[in-house]
């Protein structure tokens, strides 16, 4: 009954990917796909991921990033 949240916009996740038990929404994902790894965004991408995982390891509490903007 866990509801998935994109870890980078935090939105419901209503379709998507998971990576890892991690949901990133389709408007995220295509933006990950459409940058490569050289970008700011792969590297705020990555950010968010880990301290989505921290915080789950920490307190299982949800990190809410700050919407990205190019
Ligand atoms: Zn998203």
Redesign the pocket.
């Known amino acids: 009954m866990s509801k998935r949240n ?1 870890i ?4 419901p996740l209503n379709n ?1 990917i998971i990576i890892n038990g991690r949901g ?2 389709k ?2 994902e295509e933006k990950i796909v459409r940058c490569n790894i050289e970008t700011d965004f792969y590297e705020y991408y990555k950010n968010c991921i880990r301290k989505n995982l921290t915080a789950d390891l920490l307190k299982g509490e949800d990190l809410v990033c700050q919407d990205y903007r190019y």
Request: proline share 0%; with cysteine.
């Open positions: 994109c980078i916009c935090s939105k998507g990133i929404c408007k995220c």
